[in-house]
């Protein structure tokens, strides 16, 4: 399944199968809807250099996403 192969992929430390598993654990998608472990590897992911974990990142504190308090910098970044 698409999730196992992304677990697999984050096991394995690829940035952007990280943002992809957390994104599936935000949502619920093929797995139990885990937001804290989703704000874990969407954050690992950033921190490793995934674009798409950064847009991720930037979305949460912008839309105070993933329990994140909202940050005007942020949103003022994720318009850009």
């Known amino acids: 399944s698409a999730v196992a192969n992304f677990k697999l992929a984050t096991e394995l430390g690829h940035p952007t ?11 619920g998608v093929g797995t139990p809807q885990r937001s804290s472990l989703a704000a874990a590897h969407i ?10 974990g950064c847009a991720m990142m930037a979305d949460a504190f912008a839309n ?3 329990d994140f308090p909202i940050s005007k ?6 318009a850009l």
């Open 17 to 27: 199968a990280m943002a992809h598993y957390g994104n599936m654990l935000l949502w």
């Open 43 to 52: 954050g690992m992911a950033a921190a490793h250099g995934s674009e798409y």
């Open 64 to 66: 105070g996403r993933l």
């Open 73 to 78: 910098l942020e949103r003022v970044k994720a």
